[in-house]
């Protein structure tokens, strides 16, 4: 990862996997949009895996985030100290991704888009 990194926020994760889970028409934000979420930020996203959808669709319908990312979520807030602008650091930012392959690989993984 480089030095451009340390600039990520957990915030900033968080919402843009809610974007892209809505862009790709899911109603479930799971741990594989928080891993595409962390290469957009991170500069490393090629291209999506399925076609966009127009933001203008969902009519203010909130995606629903599965458990096992919402725990982590609340885990890494909590180590942040609840800040919500506080930005990872390269390292933590590692550690962050390294949860949510996990979560990618076993029962949170579960999304439908």
Known sequence: MTDSTSAVRLTDILTN???FADLQGSSIVGP???????DHLTGTLVEMDSPPRSP???G??????VPEVRELARRWFVALGRDP????????LGDFKADVETL?????????G
Do not use: P
């Not at 203010?60 to 985030?65: E, M």
């Not at 602008?85 to 933590?92: G, I, Y």
């Open 104 to 112: 990618a690989g076993g029962a949170g993984a579960a999304q439908d």
């Open 60 to 65: 203010g319908r909130r995606a629903v985030v």
């Open 56 to 58: 203008l669709g969902r």
């Open 17 to 19: 996997a809610a974007a």
């Open 85 to 92: 602008l506080a930005t990872l650091s390269n390292e933590q």
């Open 32 to 38: 594989l949009h928080l891993l595409s979420a962390i």
